[in-house]
């Protein structure tokens, strides 16, 4: 069973940076690769980064590239997106799941409760 623990999430100034954690209990690492997504109300699901542990590949989104760097603890099962020069847009609540590309998988559910990351101007 998939297990997706997502934290660090806050209030933050804009410019500021946050840095978030995502323990990822029973993810099938050698099957998909693992992501961070973000949604506001109303609005799809948007994937901004996402992290192959088989390729060692990376895709960002480009609205985040130079500003969102993921990374993993492969020993802990945990995936961070460590995010500087936050903006306003930047709002959102913050899920890591199974990626590809940047997209993700229509049928997995288990996304877990997200964080919250609120940039104020």
């Known amino acids: 069973e998939v297990q997706l623990q997502a934290s660090g999430g806050g209030l933050v100034q804009a410019g500021g940076s946050l840095r978030l954690s995502c323990v990822a209990t029973?993810?099938?690492?050698?099957?998909?690769?693992i992501g961070w997504f973000r949604q506001t109300p109303g609005k799809e699901r948007e994937g901004i980064s996402c992290?192959?542990?088989?390729?060692?590949?990376?895709n960002q989104a480009d609205s985040v590239k130079d500003r969102f760097t993921i990374s993993s603890d492969d020993a802990k099962d945990t995936v961070f997106l460590q995010m500087n020069s936050l903006k306003p847009e930047d709002t959102a609540v913050y899920y890591c799941?199974?990626?590809?590309?940047?997209?993700?998988?229509?049928?997995?559910?288990?996304w877990g409760q997200g964080t919250l990351v609120t940039v104020s101007s």
């Open positions: 992290f192959s542990r088989v390729s060692g590949g990376i």
């Open positions: 799941g199974p990626c590809i590309g940047l997209g993700y998988p229509t049928e997995f559910r288990a």
């Open positions: 029973g993810f099938p690492f050698d099957e998909y690769a």
